[in-house]
């Protein structure tokens, strides 16, 4: 029976809570961990975890003997590294909420804490974990698109303007950043998963419905891959009805998600036939819909993934390195963005971009907070974005 605590009990946390008691046989949630002690009671109380210790921070957890095999970090993000660092060098695996950390320098020590002490370091990308994304994954991978051409991401989400009075929301140094760090990191994940890490980034930010942020809430980037193919992918959150999808084209046909499949057909001056390739479109939807669907998805799946690896003392399907590709990325559009160059990837280590305080010392500040509240009143686990197994 793994031991499991959880440090900081959010709204997220709900996800996190619901996924291990899925595995009740499995696991066991004995701390919950919060430096809003009555927080962590309410989920105490609204889950039944009799077995849960409540403390007010994760030294005091980790310092009080408490048996504990995985500490599960939800917090916002500019303590993720402190907290996941503390808890691997304590002989503790971990699994950490997106994005992994405030800085690439940061994601460096939480990889080399995991690798020193031999245990296991995740973090959260929940869109694998989806039939939609598990399933595009495996017809990209199977060849029958050709050649990519390209990629179109929408990472459309919308908040509405009191999301960013949350007291370390909105700013640069407690949240890290805006939409392109906090919302479209899930699309960022899924589509370097699929196609691999750009080579160049090109991209513009603004705050365009938000003017209590310092962060932006739309940017527009594009990635450049060695094979010359172009992704482009907007990040936001004023997009209403968030109409969230991925598109891939390649010289043989097009797939997306939510699930179509669109092969054309040259006529002898090249414009498209009204026929399409039956038979492609036929042999890429038998790829699609052959491909077994997961039994757990989202966090539940990815917490089944991490206990399936520390049970068999296998890998994650996440890992540190994984996560901090994802940041890297998202380093690179602001970088650009606030630049107005092209940049070349890897992030070079010795620029300021890549260190802690680095693009916080850089960033625009779109405005001030005008209002900082403590705590939001509960509304239960918070919605993941739009359903995109539709046609799955």
């Given at each position: ?18 996924g291990y008691q899925e595995f009740a046989d499995r696991c066991q949630i004995v701390a919950l961990v919060d430096i809003y002690p009555e ?120 908040r509405g303007h009191c999301y960013y009075d949350l007291w370390w929301r909105g700013t640069w140094e407690k949240e890290g950043g805006g ?189 001030e907070k005008g209002a900082s509240v403590e705590n939001f009143s509960e509304v239960g686990a918070i919605p993941l974005g739009k359903d ?5």
């Amino acid at each position: 029976m793994l031991r499991i605590a959880i440090v900081g009990t959010g709204n997220i946390s709900h996800n996190h809570i619901q996924g291990y008691q899925e595995f009740a046989d499995r696991c066991q949630i004995v701390a919950l961990v919060d430096i809003y002690p009555e927080k962590a009671q309410e989920k105490k109380a609204r889950y039944g975890l009799d077995h849960a210790t409540v403390f007010s921070s994760h030294q005091a957890m980790l310092e009080s003997g408490i048996e504990v095999d995985i500490v599960d970090v939800c917090t916002p993000p500019y303590v993720h590294a402190e907290i996941s660092i503390d808890a691997l060098n304590a002989g503790k695996h971990v699994l950490c909420e997106k994005p992994m950390a405030a800085s690439l320098e940061e994601c460096d020590a939480m990889i080399a804490a995991q690798r020193a002490s031999g245990k296991i370091l995740s973090i959260i990308a929940q869109n694998r974990f989806t039939d939609a994304f598990w399933r595009l994954k495996q017809v990209v991978d199977s060849g029958e698109l050709g050649k990519v051409c390209h990629a179109q991401v929408d990472s459309f989400w919308w908040r509405g303007h009191c999301y960013y009075d949350l007291w370390w929301r909105g700013t640069w140094e407690k949240e890290g950043g805006g939409c392109t760090l906090n919302h479209a990191v899930h699309h960022i994940d899924a589509i370097q998963w699929m196609l691999g890490f750009p080579t160049e980034v090109v991209a513009m930010m603004t705050n365009v419905a938000h003017d209590n942020a310092e962060v932006e809430d739309l940017s527009a980037a594009i990635f450049r891959y060695s094979s010359g193919a172009l992704t482009q992918l907007t990040a936001s959150v004023v997009h209403h009805g968030e109409d969230q999808k991925i598109v891939i084209q390649g010289d043989k046909a097009r797939i997306s998600a939510p699930w179509d499949v669109w092969a054309s057909v040259s006529a002898d001056n090249g414009f498209p036939q009204e026929q399409h390739d039956s038979e492609r479109e036929a042999r890429l939807d038998a790829l699609f819909r052959n491909t077994p669907k997961l039994k757990y998805t989202l966090h539940t799946g990815q917490i089944n993934d991490l206990l399936n690896a520390v049970e068999q003392r296998g890998e994650p399907l996440i890992d540190g390195v994984q996560g901090k590709r994802s940041l890297e990325l998202i380093t690179a559009i602001y970088q650009s963005s606030i630049t107005g160059r092209v940049v070349s990837l890897p992030v070079n280590p010795q620029e300021p971009w890549y260190k802690t305080g680095g693009l916080v010392s850089l960033a625009p500040h779109f405005y001030e907070k005008g209002a900082s509240v403590e705590n939001f009143s509960e509304v239960g686990a918070i919605p993941l974005g739009k359903d995109l197994d539709k046609g799955a």
